[in-house]
């Protein structure tokens, strides 16, 4: 099984961008899934996570108001839209399938794409 994360670029303070991870050799809206991020000499932060129904999301405070978190069964995708870009959005991004979710939390991720990069230039 993998999931394949696309949408990545460079963009400008202020623009956007949407990720997508589309889910191969599994059916992802078995599973709750989120987004992750990284930079060098830092830890993998949790960014957004969202619940196998679509019903339940969880935003880390830095990208509240922001970022949208959705999925598209249909297309065995998640998106997540992130608007009003900053550069410390700046990360290699990744996609994962998550234990479980809260409004207020989500649980390390467990099975990861590969990344892509998003770049926020000031």
């Known amino acids: 099984a993998q999931l394949e994360e696309s949408g990545g670029g460079t963009v400008q303070a202020g623009g956007s961008l949407r990720l997508s991870c589309t889910a191969s050799?599994?059916?992802?809206?078995?599973?709750?899934m989120g987004w992750f991020r990284q930079v060098p000499g830092k830890e993998r932060e949790g960014v957004s996570c969202i619940s196998r129904s679509g019903g339940n999301t969880y935003y880390a405070d830095s990208v509240k108001g922001r970022f949208i978190i959705s999925r598209d069964s249909d297309k065995n995708t998640i998106f997540l839209q992130m608007n009003d870009l900053k550069a410390e959005d700046t990360a290699v991004y990744y996609c994962?399938?998550?234990?479980?979710?809260?409004?207020?939390?989500?649980?390390?991720?467990?099975?990861w794409g590969r990344g892509a990069q998003v770049t926020v230039s000031s």
């Open positions: 994962a399938l998550v234990q479980a979710i809260g409004s207020r939390f989500c649980s390390p991720g467990y099975h």
């Open positions: 050799g599994l059916t992802a809206g078995d599973y709750d």
